[in-house]
């Protein structure tokens, strides 16, 4: 190990902390739910996502209501994918929870894993 190494690890709290956390994958449905919007369709959708039961949410609104949840979707980086369906008016907001939290915190493990192994070399 490089002495330059070696001296920057007691200095990578942040890394060696990031390491030991446990990665798992989500054992239910639950995906955090931090809306900041406080609005009766962002407040459902807060809703949706705490419910450990529930994969899939579907909002029967006018467009700009449709808009302004999808907006909170990204805004928040909220586990969710969407779609429009357009069988029906008004159209359908149709929210399916993912793993997309998780699976960043699976690319940040193995971007960390390297960043370590290359302070060690």
């Known amino acids: 190990m490089a002495s330059g190494a070696r001296a920057c690890l007691p200095y990578c709290p942040?890394?060696?902390r990031r390491i030991a956390e446990p990665l798992q994958p989500p054992a239910d449905f639950s995906r955090?739910?931090?809306?900041?919007?406080r609005c009766p369709n962002c407040?459902?959708?807060?809703?949706?996502?705490?419910?450990?039961?529930?994969?899939?949410w579907?909002?029967?609104?006018?467009?700009a209501q449709r808009?302004?949840?999808e907006d909170s979707i990204?805004?928040?980086a909220c586990d969710v994918d969407t779609e429009t369906l357009r069988h029906t008016?008004?159209?359908?907001?149709r929210c399916t929870k993912n793993?997309?939290?998780?699976?960043?915190?699976?690319?940040?493990?193995?971007?960390?894993?390297?960043n370590h192994a290359h302070l060690l070399e």
């Open 99 to 114: 793993q997309a939290s998780y699976q960043r915190r699976v690319e940040q493990r193995e971007r960390d894993l390297q």
């Open 14 to 16: 942040q890394l060696a």
């Open 74 to 76: 990204r805004r928040d």
């Open 89 to 93: 008016r008004p159209y359908e907001l």
């Open 58 to 63: 579907v909002l029967k609104a006018a467009e």
């Open 67 to 69: 808009s302004h949840v």
């Open 43 to 56: 407040l459902q959708l807060a809703h949706f996502l705490a419910d450990p039961t529930r994969k899939q």
């Open 32 to 37: 955090p739910s931090q809306v900041r919007c």
